[in-house]
């Protein structure tokens, strides 16, 4: 009784529309607690509002973050969505195909290529509205040179979403973050994708405990001294102050921040020359 009242006093105060979103509200909470539905982005409806009926590009596969019950569903969203990775075969995707073979969405189908991400020069400038990339940009040795890139393909004013690991919550926690002055030093020297500069870092730092799939600290070497072939090597830790300041230098504006165990940036690309 007590609940039904406190409806009908909502109902002449407020109206039925915020009736029926508290309701959402509740089940939302419910499902969430019982492990049906994922946890959401608080500010999904703004990403609705920057992404609905866009055409994109992904970079490093797909995640299930931006899946339909994800943290940040995206893929139901955007109207067509092409892919990036560096390899036919990865050790995430298993074997994929150049090709219109990027299904991201029920019957939605995007172009998928197998290049570097440091390399999209098959693309031509200002294609896309819009380029994300999830727990892709630690595995890459030059960071800045892939997103000068991945900028050149983005429209005026395009979005540029990025998702790193929160470091607090993976293997990473003992590690330093990486300095911005850093990254612009690997730019600046041209440091390729077979750079294993961090190895002896990480083989000290890394928290095996956390990365069962990983093996025993020999197995997990031999694997990373592979880096080049299998890509599972996170050469930089980020965070959201680094993230900024490389938003920051490409010349973007920043228009959304969150963390939860990943790092999320949104911005968008300012009509001036920039870097």
């Known amino acids: 009784m ?3 009242r ?3 006093f909502l109902f002449r105060g407020k109206g039925i529309l915020y009736i029926v979103r508290i309701i959402i509200a509740r089940i939302e909470r419910f499902l969430i607690a019982k492990g049906i539905l994922k946890k959401r982005i608080k500010k999904y409806s703004f990403f609705k509002s920057q992404f609905t009926g866009k055409n994109g590009i992904e970079i490093g596969g797909l995640s299930p973050i931006f899946g339909a019950t994800g943290y940040l569903p995206i893929y139901p969203l955007v109207n067509k969505l092409d892919g990036c990775n560096f390899s036919s075969t990865t050790l995430w995707e298993g074997n994929i195909q150049d090709g219109e ?7 939605k189908y995007g172009t998928q290529y197998i290049s570097e ?3 999209l020069h098959f693309i031509p400038d200002e294609k896309y509205d819009f380029v994300i990339s999830s727990n892709c940009l630690e595995h890459i040795a030059n960071p800045l ?3 000068e890139d991945w900028k050149r ?6 979005l540029l979403l990025l998702l790193v690991p929160n470091k607090k919550y993976f293997f990473d926690h003992k590690r330093p973050i990486v300095t911005f002055s850093h990254l612009f030093e690997d730019y ?5 994708e077979n750079d294993l500069t961090h190895l002896d870092e990480i083989l000290m730092l890394h928290d095996l405990e956390m990365d069962k799939h990983s093996g025993t600290f020999e197995q997990f070497k031999t694997r990373s001294l592979k880096n080049f072939e299998n890509r599972t090597l996170h050469h930089h830790v980020f965070d959201g102050k680094v993230l900024e300041e490389i938003y920051n230098y490409l010349d973007f504006e920043i228009l959304l921040t969150d963390e939860n165990k990943n790092h999320l940036i949104l911005g968008r690309k300012k009509n001036s020359n920039g870097h």
């Open 2 to 4: 007590k609940f039904l």
């Open 6 to 8: 406190r409806i009908v």
């Open 101 to 107: 073979s990027y299904n991201f969405f029920k019957k």
């Open 117 to 119: 991400a440091t390399d």
């Open 145 to 147: 040179k892939a997103l």
């Open 153 to 158: 393909v983005l429209k005026k004013d395009g």
């Open 188 to 192: 600046q020297k041209g440091v390729g």
